[in-house]
């Protein structure tokens, strides 16, 4: 089974700080993680993901994540807000099992980025 | 090259009845999944098709059905709508079924409302 939490519902920060989303997640088998980014209004996109190579992931628009076994996390950072960065964040975990294909959400991050 | 692309945008239905949506999958994809998004939550699996057959089906009743065409495409159709089944409704493809290696693209997804 399978299971994401993420957990602040709600991250506010000002432009040019960082920026942490925060995740843990659940797995009977050796997961891949990953995080998707959704704007008003249009798709999902993949930020970045891990699938067992390097536990420190760098993705896309300045977005790394770290896998952490041990913390059972898979927290999202940059460096420095960007007023586009505003956006809906979801982390979403596969469990790779055998026949299992199906990505579990967890519930959002919505981040809002003040000037 | 075309991302996937999902139709309606939009639609309005009345409890009791039945809708069909369609997904058109990145060219090269044979694996289609499909998802609801609830207002404020993230979305949940329904179904996974690779090769015209299903190969994944999440916690939904039976009202919910989809096919896969020989071209891929896919349909997602639900019988006796109740207000609860108003949602976004998201297609993604891939290459393949498996996810440890194989992004998922996400189309800009199917706005239900049941009134």
């Known amino acids: 089974a399978q299971s994401v939490t993420q957990l602040d519902s709600h991250v506010s920060v000002s432009e040019g700080t960082p920026v942490l989303l925060r995740c843990n997640y659940s797995s009977s088998y050796s997961p891949s993680l990953f995080w998707y980014v959704q704007h008003p209004n249009k798709g999902l996109q993949l930020l970045l993901k891990?699938?067992?190579?390097?536990?420190l992931v760098k993705g896309i628009n300045g977005f790394e994540a770290e896998f952490k076994k041990s913390e059972t996390s898979f927290h999202l950072t940059k460096p420095s807000a960007h007023m586009s960065d505003a956006a809906e964040y979801f982390c979403?975990?596969?469990?790779?099992?055998?026949?299992?294909?199906?990505?579990?959400f967890g519930a959002g991050t919505t981040v809002t980025v003040r000037a | 090259d075309a991302g996937v692309t999902q139709s309606p945008t939009h639609l309005i239905k009345t409890r009791g009845q039945h809708v069909t949506l369609r997904c058109s999958p990145i060219s090269g994809h044979k694996s289609v999944s499909w998802y609801q998004q609830v207002l404020g939550q993230g979305p949940q699996f329904i179904f996974q098709?690779?090769?015209?057959?299903?190969?994944g089906r999440g916690n939904f009743p039976d009202r919910f059905s989809a096919r896969q065409f020989p071209n891929y495409s896919s349909e997602l159709n639900v019988n006796a709508l109740l207000l609860g089944d108003s949602a976004l409704y998201l297609c993604?493809?891939?290459?393949?079924?498996?996810?440890?290696?194989?992004?998922?693209?996400f189309g800009p997804g199917t706005r239900l409302t049941v009134l």
């Open positions: 891990y699938t067992s190579a390097a536990t």
């Open positions: 993604a493809s891939s290459l393949v079924a498996q996810t440890r290696y194989n992004e998922q693209f």
């Open positions: 098709y690779y090769e015209k057959e299903e190969r």
């Open positions: 979403v975990v596969s469990d790779n099992a055998p026949n299992d294909y199906k990505l579990s």
